[in-house]
């Protein structure tokens, strides 16, 4: 069973993933790929996070999908909902951004140069005050970019922003 909350959660982004997906080229779409994060209930009350990846097999000459791949597995870190879309041959990820309610290409600067150096100094251990001192700037201004580096991501803590960037290749 799928929480209610992942399943609107689920239906958001089947319905942004198909509509980029019909956007592509139809000479593109059969290479096309989708993950995503979600929780299952099993009868017995315990959740697991999984992760889905659906690859297309098989596409109508006019571009319609028609039979699809589906693989589940469990899934790494604890953060439902992270999306991608590869394309297999363009270097490019594409990550759902829901606050956007949109998929955007993972290297058009979702997160500040700035926010990569907090991001970054944060994973090496450095508290707040280190960070600050290291980027002569103020504690203050170190928990704002790590706030909008949680909102940006819709993440709660610097290790799912770690993962976060590194299965979508932001960093």
Same mark, same amino acid.
């Given at each position: 069973?799928?929480?209610?909350?992942?399943?609107?959660?689920? #239906?958001? =982004?089947? @319905?942004? +993933?198909?509509?980029?997906?019909?956007?592509?080229? $139809?000479?593109?779409? &059969?290479?096309?790929?989708?993950?995503?994060?979600?929780?299952?209930?099993?009868?017995?009350?315990?959740?697991?996070?999984?992760?889905?990846?659906?690859?297309? #097999?098989? =596409?109508? @000459?006019? +571009?319609?999908?028609?039979?699809?791949?589906?693989? $589940?597995?469990?899934? &790494?870190?604890?953060?439902?909902?992270?999306?991608?879309?590869?394309?297999?041959?363009?270097?490019?990820?594409?990550?759902?951004?829901?606050?956007?309610?949109?998929?955007?290409?993972?290297?058009?600067?979702?997160?500040?140069?700035?926010?990569?150096? $907090?991001?970054?100094?944060?994973?090496?251990?450095?508290?707040?005050?280190?960070?600050?001192?290291?980027?002569?700037?103020?504690?203050?201004?170190?928990?704002?970019?790590?706030?909008?580096?949680?909102?940006?991501?819709?993440?709660?803590?610097?290790?799912?922003?770690?993962?976060?960037?590194?299965?979508?290749?932001?960093?």
């Amino acid at each position: 069973m799928v929480p209610e909350d992942d399943l609107r959660m689920l #239906l958001e =982004i089947n @319905k942004y +993933g198909f509509e980029f997906f019909y956007n592509l080229p $139809v000479e593109l779409r &059969h290479r096309c790929s989708i993950c995503y994060n979600f929780r299952l209930k099993h009868l017995n009350g315990n959740i697991i996070l999984v992760n889905h990846q659906l690859t297309p #097999l098989t =596409i109508s @000459k006019s +571009g319609n999908l028609l039979r699809a791949l589906c693989v $589940v597995n469990p899934a &790494h870190g604890n953060q439902q909902g992270m999306a991608c879309i590869r394309i297999t041959n363009i270097p490019l990820v594409y990550v759902y951004l829901p606050q956007k309610k949109k998929f955007i290409p993972a290297n058009s600067q979702i997160l500040s140069d700035r926010e990569k150096q $907090v991001l970054l100094l944060s994973l090496e251990g450095l508290k707040t005050s280190e960070i600050a001192s290291k980027l002569n700037i103020s504690a203050s201004t170190i928990k704002y970019h790590k706030h909008r580096i949680y909102r940006k991501l819709n993440v709660k803590n610097m290790q799912e922003a770690a993962y976060y960037t590194s299965v979508n290749g932001l960093m």
